[in-house]
């Protein structure tokens, strides 16, 4: 593609307070491994730096994942939503991707949803 | 689980807004279909009936997903992440997810993030 980065990253709806939503996705078995929050900034560093950084809005600063824990997160491919505001980030995810030590953030706590009938084809 | 669903939901950290991200993946690709917001009754309403169903932040009102469209989302699962502030359902996806009529709602733009170097084992 020929745009740039700024050109990207303007198509990118922000919320008021500045930030979108990241999914983090292990790129080759789809595991949804976490969900982020990132500023044009960190948008910006994670499309051109090939590691992921997200905005901590807890710690009010940019937070390169894996930077402390050494669990890294490599980028593999990045994608827009058809509205903007939710961005999809595939990466190959070294080490456990939860500080609790966990392969992903979803895995402790199961919400109990009842199951839908099956789909009628 | 012998918790209540008022006893499931209440583990939810919503926004100031009432909202929670919710990650919608077709259970068995994985594929991340999109990224929709609930409050506590849609949460509520998507772990009982066994059907997705959203805030619209747009148009404030429930949106249950397909009921227009009949694209609906059939639940297998849901899960709330490590810091409680995302859930990750897990559907039957029946028809495409995005009201653009691709299969999920990623599948338009990409941002044409640089690839990060291997990982080292």
Not at 37 to 46: I, P
Not at 69 to 74: A, P, T, V, Y
Not at 75 to 89: E, I, K, M, S
């Amino acid at each position: 593609m020929s745009d740039t980065v700024d050109e990207r990253i303007a198509r990118v709806t922000f919320t008021a307070d500045g930030l979108v939503a990241a999914i983090i996705q292990q790129w080759d078995t789809h595991e949804v491994l976490m969900l982020g929050w990132m500023d044009a900034e960190a948008l910006r560093r994670t499309l051109t730096e090939g590691r992921v950084t997200f905005w901590s809005r807890s710690r009010q600063e940019y937070w390169r994942k894996g930077d402390t824990s050494g669990n890294i997160q490599l980028v593999r491919g990045a994608r827009l939503d058809c509205d903007g505001d939710a961005v999809l980030v595939q990466v190959e995810q070294v080490g456990p991707a939860c500080h609790t030590g966990t392969r992903t953030c979803f895995d402790a706590d199961d919400l109990d949803a009842v199951r839908g009938p099956e789909a009628v084809a």
